[in-house]
């Protein structure tokens, strides 16, 4: 393809030999992390095609940067990976997606990164793929079961054990060990298949769309005219700045930290957690011309009428799994396995409702006393790496029948990361809260 610089970010869903097998003149680059785009110059006529790109290792590849090289005239395509996610986000901004993955993200079909996130190993040996991605595992069941090597019901089960699992646990080891032994040979089937490549979903997309650049020639792109203006900033940017302000001398408070504040120490929060979810559910639902349960039993592949695979009991606390029905069940895994399933952000909404609480000062000032006891601690207390201050706050959640998955998920968490970014802030004050308690009760 002459006359034209393309440049292919990409790691462990294609190799780089792969890449220049289709597109011999390409410049391969590593999966796309935050600033990578805007680290080099592009000009009219450049071609950059986004397939993979880093979830957790690093920052994101930002949505401002893409739209900043729109403006500077390059074409910018995604596929497979991150890219078939950005450019189902950023298709009204000029920006082209390709491929089925991304046909799934932007008819939202699919809804959350971790369908295309996977671990991987070093660039030295090629980014091997250590997990396996759930878009792939949905596609090799859909095959599995139209040439009836994959069972229908053994790859509903297989779809939901593996969802439930965080995408760095999605390893072909974890998921059997989250199934009953009845599924794993349908598993051994699908590591088969998708190893080989043959349902390999993100693998076929990606050569897809690079055969549709390599066939393209010299032929130029139709221009690219974006329907939403460029504003320079992303929605969660625009979150923090519009509800950030200087509460003291330097010191600074966005309507995010007092959510932090409520969720970590206000007990009814919980509740009001799970209602706003629920409601944004049905809002999701109803646009889809389902019911919350019949949409949230689709999205889990399950059936209210069958039995809760083991492994998705530990979303509940033997309250719950003792009284709730079948149905119910499913909502709620739904609402706690949240940002699993969905790209929608919950925040504004709870925040609306924090906002018309009584309480909202109470949580206000406690984020001030929080500042106020890390500034008088320093430097006598060091603050631990955040996974750490989440596991020594999940004490303040512990009792009998429920789970730390339990609790974290009632507050929006999805994991030790998320508590723990949030704990930080507050550690110094938690340890002089239970210092004051320790004190009161030995009087």
Known sequence: MSGTRVVVYAGPTISAADVHALLPEAEVRPPAGRGDLLADRWQPGDVVVVIDGYFRERRSVGHKEILQVLTEGAEVIGAASMGALRAAELGPCGMRGTGAVHEMYASGEIDGDDEVGVLHGPAEMGYPAQTVALVNLRYGCEEGAETDLVPMAAGRRIVAAAAALPFTHRGWKDIERALEERDHDALRTLEEMIGSGVWDLKRLDAVSALREIADRGTVPAAPVTADVPFTGISRAQSLVRRTRREYAPGRWMSDLDVLDAARLFDDGYPALHESVSNALLEELSGARGATLEEYA????????????????????????????????????????????????????????RLRESARWEEWRELVARADEATEAARPRLVVPPPAMCAKLFLRHWQRRGTSPDVEMARRGFSGLDGLGGAVTRFFAYDIRRGRERGSSAAR
């Open 297 to 352: 039993a689709a999205k889990l592949g399950l059936d209210a009428g069958s039995p809760l695979p083991d492994p998705l009991t530990r979303w509940f606390t033997e309250g719950e799994l003792a009284q709730l029905t079948g149905a119910d069940r499913i909502r709620l895994l739904m609402v706690r396995v949240w940002p699993v399933w969905q790209s929608v952000d919950w925040r504004p909404a709870v925040l609306e």
